[in-house]
């Protein structure tokens, strides 16, 4: 299994039919926004797929994926997605996040979470939009065990082309450590 950063529109093609809805947002016009952030600012996204290249069969070569979002003026990074079945598969691309985040100087982690809450629903005729969560980088725990394991981790490999998904590597997945 191997961790990579999408750096270009083939790594959005390869989650596009897996990106979902964000409120009101539709999974196209998510896609159409992150490619958009990809081509002209792509300091201020980090995609990461985990890919499986023992599998032979390219459609399912993807076993999960992170979308996280930063923007200059803002304090905290957001996840726009994570889609992953494993659980340990997905504590490491949640990790990646918090890694490159920590490396933007962020302070949060902030995460939609879109369900329904009944009794806001039953007593007033609510219907919940969403749920912001926060994760806070500077005063957690675990952040610091993986600042720690920081220099350990597998380096990302960096998606340019379709044809060549090995150049280009990303030391412990952060943006602060690269000169691209």
């Given at each position: 299994m191997k961790l990579i950063r999408a750096r270009t529109k083939f790594g959005i093609e390869m989650i596009k039919p897996l990106v979902k809805s964000s409120g009101d947002v539709s999974a196209d016009e998510?896609?159409?926004?992150?490619?958009?952030?990809l081509v002209g600012f792509p300091q201020n996204i980090f995609i990461v797929l985990a890919i499986d290249d023992s599998v032979k069969i390219e459609s399912e070569m993807l076993k999960g994926f992170v979308i996280g979002v930063s923007l200059p003026d803002q304090d905290y990074s957001t996840i726009v997605q994570l889609e992953c079945?494993?659980?340990?598969?997905?504590?490491?691309?949640?990790?990646r996040v918090v890694l490159w985040s920590e490396g933007l100087d962020k302070v949060l982690i902030k995460l939609e979470v879109f369900s329904d809450n009944k009794s806001f629903s039953k007593r007033w005729d609510f219907r919940l939009f969403s749920k912001i969560m926060k994760y806070d980088i500077k005063s957690n725990?675990?952040?610091?065990?993986?600042?720690?394991?920081?220099?350990e981790l597998e380096p990302l490999d960096c998606i340019k082309d379709s044809?060549?998904?090995?150049?280009?590597?990303?030391?412990?997945?952060?943006?602060k450590n690269t000169t691209k």
């Open positions: 998510l896609v159409d926004y992150l490619t958009s952030l079945n494993d659980f340990l598969l997905k504590d490491s691309l949640f990790h725990d675990v952040t610091k065990q993986l600042l720690r394991l920081g220099e044809k060549n998904a090995d150049t280009d590597k990303l030391a412990r997945g952060t943006s």
